[in-house]
Nanobody, 124 residues
Framework: QVQLVESGGGLVQAGGSLTLSCAAS????????MGWFRQTPGKEREFVAH????????YYADSAKGRFTISRDNAKNMLYLQMNSLKPEDTAVYYC?????????????????WGQGTQVTVSS
């Protein structure tokens, strides 16, 4: 049974930083591409970033480029999202997810297993 557990969310002032973590179990982590999504009430889950199985290739939504960094540690079955220069519009619940699809598949239905999410709130 695949389990993804996000952590690291919280309240931060605009301009601040947070690092989200996603602990994966019940799967061969190193064989899955991984992604981060975020969601605000009433809106569809929004793609944030994708990382390839090796971690060598990354892809970001325009809203995340230059501010967020996705990374992974396959030895530890961990996925990360370093978020810098946070803005109030980054406020959302952030989810990690697995996929077998390459980076240009960015819709939620392209992803398979999901964590429960972690809340990020950026105050102005």
């Amino acid at each position: 049974q695949v389990q993804l557990v996000e952590s690291g969310g919280g309240l931060v002032q605009a301009g601040g930083s947070l690092t989200l973590s996603c602990a994966a179990s019940g799967l061969t982590f190193s064989t899955y591409h991984m992604g981060w999504f975020r969601q605000t009430p009433g809106k569809e889950r929004e793609f944030v970033a994708h990382i390839s199985v090796s971690g060598r290739d990354t892809y970001y939504a325009d809203s995340a480029k230059g501010r967020f960094t996705i990374s992974r540690d396959n030895a530890k079955n961990m996925l990360y999202l370093q978020m810098n220069s946070l803005k109030p519009e980054d406020t959302a619940v952030y989810y990690c997810a697995t996929t077998t699809k390459p980076y240009f598949y960015t819709r939620p239905f392209h992803y398979d297993d999901w964590g429960q999410g972690t809340q990020v709130t950026v105050s102005s």
